[in-house]
């Protein structure tokens, strides 16, 4: 009964206001991709990160993901003017960005408490930021701002949490999540890690699965490796449509 | 050829296109009762700027008289330069209804001067005379005897102006008289004599009158400049209590503003909001911003900002919004084609937005310094 009088009045809305008026969200087109030229892009299932939405990166400990979130910041740099790093919890370093060959014109480091940290995300969003690196969790208050400022806008949003609250990770569209598998060791010296990456959460595309990454850790300042973060051809091997873990 | 001059009669008769073809009268019967202006259908009675109310009442009775209304006259006056200042880059325009463009350097002078032919009609109502000289005394002299809506163009300055009268040389009634009584009665006469001589007899202004005579054009044009101010606002009655109705009317205000600046081309860089309370103590609240603001998100974006956070003591029965200094906008598109982004501009903005809430430390752009350095803090500036 409640069913059809929903469909009756999803009718009558079509009828007065046109078909466009009223869409099921399962019909909308997804948002457009931003190539992030990094493995990620075959993980989103639409060839880049979404614009205008927030997508996260989660795990505990040293999982590689602010490694990740640095390689896609620095692809930013060269695709936007603006690249912003929202900095709650002052621990961006520039430094670690070098080997991704970024850009610094086109990067700002916004430092604010968590609470102001909100406020200025969902400004510079609503602004029209072209990338956007939320160092950690935005106060509930400001995640409906933020969201609406990106989607008009076509921000891209980036988190990077170790475990996102419940309201931030339901404002997320797309959240992968990170776990180390083991040490990259090389004459005795730490050079990176291994880790699995998986898509926990995909309102953007079907969720693809997971993969495995390879990632080196810069060594130094005048040390640049050619390719930071890469897939590995390991023993976990990436896992096609077909058999993805839902 | 450089100056085009085009006359169009007293500013303050283009108030009253109606009586254009009547007689008209424009002047003052409380200040100095002295005529400001007169119509050329008045001419023949004889009545002329300069000469008393009552005396030109007497003289042409019929005519219609009208009071001076000097602020229409001068935002007339500010209407036709703006307008004009479009078409060349000097400009100069008189209330007394003389419009000089200088088209020097412009790549089609002639449509420039065709388009300022239309917009003085436009402005006026009636088709003004034009004429086209090297200089602007020589250049009003050949409008004033075009037809209406025509151009006189000289060729030879000193042969047009050496058979006119002397009277025209801009001198006052005894300096006129002395060269009536020296048999200077034309141009031609007073260009035969050097300058020195007739300064001896008139003093700075012989010099000057020899010059002009010979179609030197010592005068240069002043300039027109687009006015660097504006500002807008509303009173309230009642007064107002409630901060939403205070920011839909700064909304409003800033998005008239917007509209001013993108005629202008221009950008704030000064902005200033002032409150006025029922109790009568202002209050305001006034910041210079890095890169001028233009559109009305920009401008509200700040101004929004500081109202949220005002803590009226009273009613508020007027705000204002002012922008006390503008700048071209223009080079604000440098990084137009820069990236992905939506409004480069409004990023910045919202960045320096930050800054003046926050402090200017919240916003950094990390820059290398010692990358070596085994401090952090040392590596970025």
Redesign the interface.
């Known amino acids: 009964m409640q069913e059809t009088q929903l469909d009756h009045a999803i009718s009558a809305i079509r009828v007065r206001f046109g078909s466009q008026a009223l869409t099921r969200a399962a019909q909308l087109p997804p948002p457009q991709p ?1 190539p992030s030229c990094t493995p990620l892009d075959r993980l989103t299932g639409i060839g880049g990160l979404p614009r205008g939405r927030l997508t996260l990166l989660t795990g505990s400990g040293t999982c590689g993901k602010l490694t990740l979130a640095l390689a896609l910041l620095g692809s930013a740099t060269h ?4 690249a ?1 790093v929202i900095d709650t919890r002052s621990s961006f ?3 670690a960005l ?1 080997p991704f060959d970024p850009d ?9 408490e968590s609470d ?1 940290a909100g406020e ?1 995300a969902a ?2 969003a ?5 990338f956007i690196l939320l160092m950690g969790e935005i106060p509930e208050p400001w995640l409906g701002p933020l969201e609406a400022g990106a989607n008009r ?3 891209v949003l980036v988190g990077v949490v170790d475990a996102p609250g419940r309201a931030f990770a339901h404002a997320s569209s797309l959240s992968l999540g990170f776990s180390r598998t083991e040490w990259v060791v090389e004459r005795g010296r730490l050079i990176g890690l291994r880790t699995i990456a998986r898509c926990l959460k995909n309102r953007v595309a079907p969720p693809l699965g997971e993969t495995a990454l390879e990632i080196h850790y810069p060594q130094s ?2 040390l640049f490796l050619e390719h930071p973060v890469s897939e590995a051809p390991l023993h976990v091997a990436e896992l096609e449509c077909a058999s993805a873990v839902v | 050829m450089r100056i085009c001059c085009g006359l169009t009669g007293n500013l303050e008769l283009a108030r009253r296109p109606d009586l254009y073809g009547s007689p008209v009268v424009v002047g003052s019967w409380e200040d100095d009762e002295r005529v400001i202006a007169v119509s050329e259908e008045t001419m023949p009675f004889g009545v002329a700027p300069g000469m008393p109310m009552r005396q030109a009442e007497h003289l042409c009775p019929q005519a219609t008289f009208i009071s001076p209304d000097p602020v229409a006259a001068a935002q007339l006056r500010e209407l036709i330069a703006s307008a004009l200042y479009d078409l060349a880059p000097i400009v100069e325009v008189q209330v007394a209804g003389i419009a000089w463009l200088d088209v020097k350097g412009v790549p089609k002078p002639g449509e420039s001067i065709r388009e300022a032919r239309r917009i003085l009609r436009t402005a006026i109502g009636r088709e003004s005379r034009l004429g086209l000289a090297p200089g602007s005394f020589s250049a009003r002299l050949a409008a004033a005897r075009a037809r209406p809506g025509r151009l006189m163009r000289i060729e030879d300055v000193r042969g047009f102006l050496a058979p006119l009268s002397s009277h025209e040389l801009p001198l006052d009634e005894e300096q006129l008289e002395r060269l009536d009584l020296l048999g200077l009665r034309t141009l031609g006469a007073v260009a035969a004599l050097g300058p020195r001589e007739l300064e001896s007899q008139l003093g700075r202004e012989g010099r000057h009158a020899v010059l002009l005579a010979r179609g030197d054009e010592p005068d240069e044009l002043m300039p027109w400049r687009p006015p660097l101010f504006t500002s807008a606002h509303r009173q309230f009655e009642p007064p107002v209590e409630d901060r939403e109705a205070l920011l839909f009317v700064a909304r409003a205000l800033c998005s008239d503003l917007a509209g001013e600046l993108g005629l202008r081309g221009a950008g704030a860089k000064h902005v200033r909001v002032r409150i006025l309370f029922e109790s009568g103590n202002p209050d305001e609240r006034a910041s210079v911003v890095r890169h001028p603001l233009s559109s009305a998100a920009e401008l509200f ?1 700040l101004i929004g900002a500081w109202i949220k956070e005002w803590q009226p003591c009273a009613p508020i029965t007027e705000l204002w919004i002012e922008l006390p200094l503008l700048e071209g906008a223009g080079r604000r598109q440098l ?1 137009l084609w ?7 501009d ?6 320096e ?2 800054q003046e809430r ?1 402090g200017d ?8 310094a010692f ?2 350095s085994p401090l ?1 803090t040392q ?2 500036a």
Do not use: M, Y
């Open positions: 931003w695709e936007f003017a603006h912003v370093d520039p430094w070098l610094l014109s086109s990067i700002t480091v916004v430092r604010l102001s200025a400004a510079l609503k602004a029209g930021a072209g806008s076509g921000t300042a005048d | 974006g990084r820069a990236g992905g982004d939506g409004n480069s409004e990023v910045v903005a919202a960045l937005r930050l926050h430390e919240v916003v950094r752009r990390p820059r290398p990358l070596s952090p590596r970025f």
